[in-house]
Each structure stands twice: as structure tokens, then as C-alpha cells.
């Protein structure tokens, strides 16, 4: 199926493809606030590690293959696990800073000269920054590092907590290559995602004719330059940065249904909240970043581009505008329709399994994201439904997940400029 993306221009994409990076980091910022309060701050770490650890192996390797930088086996350097972190969710340009140094193929160091997580985190207290910074931190790092080679270890210079408080750059480490290092493998949860629709989903490959950059097989560079690379790679690297999310979140549902044993109303709950929470402020990066009207023509626009529905070929769906004369809901005009059928994403148990008519939540996030006064209502099955765009006389408040995920600095954070240029051994 094509892709959603495929009807953006290439400026267009090279705007959107780092809102959604930047999205991807965000959806931990929606689900643990719910864990916390649900299992303690400790088991929120542990479904953090979970989360990462069983998906970024997935999805780095993904992106690798997408964009012809996979290496052959055992020859996997650090310039490798640099582009990686440049496309990963984890590392989202700008908010996350990551700053790069080569030696040489098989030493490296990188630093975060912002860290956007860190000053989310830090208000919280310094047992929070530890959590993240170390018990979660030291597992995922080298869980990533060995999709490309299970002998890298990325350890740390200097971390948080900041002494001083005010301590740049925020962090420091070094990622080092070496056939005597234990070989680190995969946790057992990776096995499971593996196995998921969204890990084995095949996207059309890049065209190589295409105007632009097709691949990422050239030098590593400080910052990328998405307006560089051709438009057909950039609804692949899109589309690919999609599955990142969706692989992520299957991770955190397995984590979380570890936790929640046989109350599958609590694990409902935690999984829809996130979602609603992440859903609003996508939609509102997505509205932002695009210059979409604020109407129901724009809410239907970020619907057919939102995470949540992408890819194509992973969540089946279809979006019809309103028409004149059209057909009429309570009185209100029915102002467009998305339906949604039974998909890879629907058997994967993915985000769109928490929608349908009994969790409308997370839909009305979406639109009321570009105008509040929007608000959908859903007929039909948990696999098969189809929601109705309607216009209320009254604006609906901010729902309380969008609210806390738009604590984190992220979701008001804007992108800079920046010169993309090479970056060559210091050794």
C-alpha cells in the first residue's frame, strides 16, 4: 500500500521527519507518569529499560537496511552506532544534543550539550535523574550499541545528577570497540517483539534515481540535514520512524502487562492514557509544523499523517472529507470520516486496538488538538469502526493525559538551523 507520507512534498517531509523523532522521545514522557502511580518509580524504571531495550535493536538494524549503512557482521563501528542514534527516537535532534567525536572505527565518545529529558527529569528530584540517567541509561545504551556490534560498551565520562547544577555539557560518554569485550546480548523480551507484524513489515525501498540523497553510506555528520535527502527516502525514514514508535510500544504494553498480571482493566488503562496523552501532542506538533488550518479539513490532515495510523501498509485505514448536504449526526453536520478495518496493526495489539467505539479518548485528542471545538464519535466493532469528525458549540478542555505529557519541555520545543557537516577522526 502506499504510503501516507508519499503526497508530501520534499520540503514538507524534511520539516516532518524530525517532529516525528521528536515524537518518539515524548511517549515515555505520556505512559510513565501512569506507571508510576500505578507500580512506584522503580518498576517505572524497569518498564523503561523493558521498553527500550526490546525495540531499539529492532528498529536501529531497520534503519540500517533502509538506508544501506548495515554493517556486515562483526564490522560494525562506531560511526555506525552514531548514524544510528541520529535516527533513532531515543535521540531526537536538537531536544536531545548529541554531539559526536571519532578516534577512530572502533573508539568514539559522544556528549549532550542539551538534554531535554534531563530538564524534564531534574524538577522531580535527584532519585528520578538517577533513574534515568543510570539504572535506565547504562542497559539501553549498550542494548542499541549491539545491533550493530555486541562487542561495544558506551559508558560514562560524567552524568547526572549535575555537580554543579548547572554543569555543561550534560552528560559525556565513550563508546569503545573491542573483540575482548564480553559480547552483549539481546534481553528475552526483544525475542517477542521480534515476532510482531510491525518488526517484520516490509516498506517499499528507497529509488535511488530519485533527486537527492538516497542513502546515509557517506560520511557521518554533525547534524542531519533532512532537505538533503531525496523524497522517496524521506517517506521511508518516516514511515520507518513510525515503526520505531510502534515497536516501542508494543515493548511497553509487554512490560506493563508483565506488571499488571491478570488485571487486564489496569493494563488497558496505563496503555490507553499514554496513548491519549502522546496522540494530542503529536497532533499538535504535526498542526504546528505543517501550517495545517485550524479546521476539520486540517484535524483530518493530521489524522492521515499522525503516528498512530502509520504506516499504511501496518494500520488499514481510510479518511473521506464532509460534504455538503452530507450526512448529519444529532443535528451536526458529519464533517469527515475515518474508517479502520482489521490490520497487521490490529493483530499486533498496537496503538490503534485503543481505539473503537468503547475509547474514543485518544481520536478526540487528535482533533481537538486543532481546534477544541472538534469531536468524533464511533460506530462499529474493536477491529472494524469508523469515526464521525463533528463541530460542538463548546470547546472541550485540555483531557488530563495531553496535559501531562505537555509538561515536558518537548512539546513546545522548536528546531534551529543547523550546518550539516562532516565529521572525521580526531585520531
Not at 109 to 132: I, K, N, Q, T
Not at 183 to 188: L, N, R, S
Not at 203 to 215: F, K, N
Request: one cysteine or more; aromatic letters at 6%.
Amino acid at each position: 500500500m502506499p504510503s501516507r507520507y508519499a503526497a508530501l512534498s520534499r520540503d514538507e517531509l524534511a520539516a516532518l521527519v524530525p517532529e516525528l523523532l521528536l515524537i518518539g522521545q515524548l511517549i515515555d514522557r505520556s505512559g510513565m507518569a501512569w506507571c508510576i502511580g500505578a507500580f512506584g518509580r522503580e518498576q517505572m524504571a524497569q518498564i523503561a529499560i523493558e521498553e527500550w531495550a526490546a525495540s531499539s535493536p529492532i528498529y536501529t538494524r531497520r534503519m540500517q537496511d533502509a538506508l544501506g549503512y548495515a554493517p556486515a557482521p562483526g564490522e560494525g563501528d562506531v560511526v555506525t552506532i552514531f548514524k544510528g542514534l541520529q535516527l533513532d527516537i531515543g535521540a531526537p535532534p536538537q531536544f536531545m544534543d548529541f554531539r559526536y567525536t571519532v578516534h577512530d572505527r572502533w573508539n568514539g565518545e559522544f556528549h549532550l550539550d542539551h538534554c531535554g529529558a534531563l530538564l524534564d527529569v531534574e524538577p522531580m528530584g535527584p532519585d528520578y535523574v538517577r533513574s534515568m540517567c543510570h539504572d535506565i541509561e547504562d542497559p539501553t545504551f549498550d542494548a542499541t550499541a549491539v545491533a550493530t556490534n555486541p562487542h561495544a560498551q558506551v559508558r560514562p565520562l560524567h552524568r547526572p545528577p549535575r555537580v554543579p547544577a548547572d554543569r555543561r555539557p550534560h552528560c559525556a560518554w565513550t563508546v569503545r570497540i573491542d573483540p575482548s569485550h564480553p559480547p552483549v546480548a539481546a534481553i528475552e523480551q526483544c525475542a517477542v517483539i521480534a515476532e510482531s507484524r510491525a518488526a517484520r513489515l516490509v516498506l517499499d525501498p528507497i529509488d535511488p534515481a530519485d533527486e537527492g540523497q538516497a542513502d546515509y553510506t557517506g560520511p557521518l555528520v554533525s547534524d542531519l540535514d533532512f532537505a538533503e535527502f531525496s523524497h522517496c527516502a524521506l517517506v521511508r525514514i518516516a514511515d520507518e520512524v513510525c515503526v520505531q514508535m510502534h515497536l516501542l510500544n508494543l515493548a511497553f504494553v509487554l512490560a506493563v502487562r508483565a506488571r499488571a498480571g491478570a488485571d487486564e482493566g489496569l493494563l488497558r488503562t496505563i496503555t490507553t492514557r499514554q496513548l491519549t496523552g502522546i496522540a494530542g501532542v503529536a497532533a499538535a506538533r504535526i498542526h504546528r509544523a505543517l501550517a495545517l488550518p485550524s479546521d476539520a479539513a486540517g484535524a483530518l490532515r493530521v489524522l492521515e499523517l499522525h503516528p498512530l495510523l502509520n504506516p499504511a501498509s501496518y494500520v488499514d485505514a481510510t479518511l473521506e472529507p464532509g460534504t455538503p448536504g452530507g450526512p448529519v449526526l444529532g443535528g451536526d453536520p458529519v464533517l469527515g470520516e475515518l474508517s479502520v478495518r482489521e490490520s497487521a496493526a490490529t493483530h499486533d495489539g498496537a496503538w490503534i486496538s485503543r481505539c473503537g467505539p468503547g475509547s474514543i479518548a485518544p481520536l478526540q485528542a487528535i482533533v481537538r488538538a486543532v481546534d477544541p471545538h472538534l469531536d468524533v464519535e464511533v460506530v462499529g466493532t474493536d477491529e472494524d469502526w469508523v469515526a464521525r469528525l463533528i463541530e460542538r458549540a463548546q470547546p472541550a478542555p485540555v483531557a488530563d493525559e495531553v496535559a501531562v505529557t505537555r509538561i515536558s519541555g518537548g512539546a513546545g520545543f522548536e528546531f534551529e538551523p543547523r550546518r550539516s557537516l562532516p565529521i572525521t577522526p580526531v585520531g
